[in-house]
């Protein structure tokens, strides 16, 4: 796939870097220092460049949106119309100083990500993948017990592309129902991020999901 990363820092950098190590093309975006931009793509290899976020989202098919929550909005406006576009967002919802979340309990980033990238096709996913634990996680991929990742969304083939590219980031993917589904995702997606660099000092932690029926 074409695949435009909005926001390369840890998380866009590395899994960029893994998608194009996956063979998809990859287009690394929206950084403050372009030379930033550059060696990143060097390094991930030839099916990776640079370029703004407009390149970035012009022949994409999948988009993925990595800046923090107070950039969304001037990487939207950069990366132009995104309507048709697969995004697949893991930016959480968090208050400058990232100790809360700003949007909880009725709505979710992902859903508020929709209304602001309208006629885009938003998934939500690897918000749980704290990126400097990610090449161990990688590393495992080959294993028997491949860790999950849950995702979530409402359009059927952007899920679909969305679990292909978790599957090359060494995940098994776990659908976990509809876009409306983030707003539990996304508490608990701190939580684990939270658990995950306490590393061999943190809890254990157990979790399950219920499946999620439409209320009335
Ligand atoms: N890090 C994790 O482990 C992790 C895990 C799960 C979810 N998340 C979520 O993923 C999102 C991104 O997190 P991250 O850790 O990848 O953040 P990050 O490392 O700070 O990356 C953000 C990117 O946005 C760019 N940016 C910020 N301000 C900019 C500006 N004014 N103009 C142009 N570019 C600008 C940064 O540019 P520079 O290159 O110049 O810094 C960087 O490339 C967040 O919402 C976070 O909650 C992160």
């Given at each position: 796939?074409?695949i435009?990363i909005?926001g390369s820092g840890l998380m866009g950098g590395k899994l960029g870097t893994i998608f194009a190590r996956a063979g998809h093309d990859v287009v690394f975006?929206?950084s403050?220092?372009?030379?930033k931009l550059d060696t990143l793509a060097r390094e991930a290899g030839k099916s990776a460049r640079a370029?703004?976020?407009?390149?970035?989202?012009?022949?994409?098919?999948?988009?993925l949106?990595a800046?923090?929550?107070?950039?969304?909005?001037?990487?939207?406006?950069?990366?132009?119309?995104?309507?048709?576009?697969?995004?697949?967002?893991?930016?959480?919802?968090?208050?400058?100083?990232?100790?809360?979340?700003?949007?909880?309990?009725?709505?979710?980033?992902?859903?508020?990500?929709?209304?602001?990238?309208?006629?885009?096709?938003?998934?939500?996913?690897f918000?749980?993948v704290?990126s400097e634990?990610l090449f161990?996680?990688f590393?495992?991929?080959?294993?028997?017990?491949?860790?999950?990742?849950?995702?979530?969304?409402?359009?059927?083939?952007?899920?679909?592309?969305?679990?292909?590219l978790?599957?090359d980031a060494g995940?098994?993917?776990?659908?976990?129902?509809?876009?409306?589904?983030?707003?539990?995702?996304?508490?608990?997606?701190?939580?684990?991020?939270?658990?995950?660099?306490?590393?061999?000092?943190?809890?254990?932690?157990?979790?399950?999901?219920?499946?999620?029926?439409?209320?009335?």
């Amino acid at each position: 796939m074409r695949i435009g990363i909005l926001g390369s820092g840890l998380m866009g950098g590395k899994l960029g870097t893994i998608f194009a190590r996956a063979g998809h093309d990859v287009v690394f975006s929206y950084s403050r220092s372009r030379s930033k931009l550059d060696t990143l793509a060097r390094e991930a290899g030839k099916s990776a460049r640079a370029g703004t976020p407009r390149e970035a989202a012009q022949d994409a098919d999948v988009l993925l949106l990595a800046v923090h929550w107070n950039r969304v909005d001037d990487v939207l406006r950069q990366a132009g119309d995104l309507s048709g576009k697969v995004i697949v967002t893991c930016s959480l919802p968090m208050n400058d100083d990232d100790t809360g979340l700003v949007v909880a309990h009725s709505s979710s980033g992902a859903e508020e990500l929709a209304k602001k990238a309208t006629g885009a096709r938003v998934v939500s996913a690897f918000g749980t993948v704290p990126s400097e634990v990610l090449f161990a996680v990688f590393e495992s991929r080959d294993g028997d017990a491949r860790p999950s990742l849950v995702y979530c969304g409402d359009d059927d083939d952007a899920k679909a592309a969305a679990a292909r590219l978790i599957r090359d980031a060494g995940f098994e993917p776990v659908d976990a129902g509809p876009l409306e589904v983030a707003r539990y995702s996304e508490p608990f997606t701190l939580l684990v991020a939270r658990l995950a660099y306490e590393g061999e000092e943190g809890p254990a932690l157990a979790y399950r999901f219920e499946r999620y029926e439409e209320r009335e």
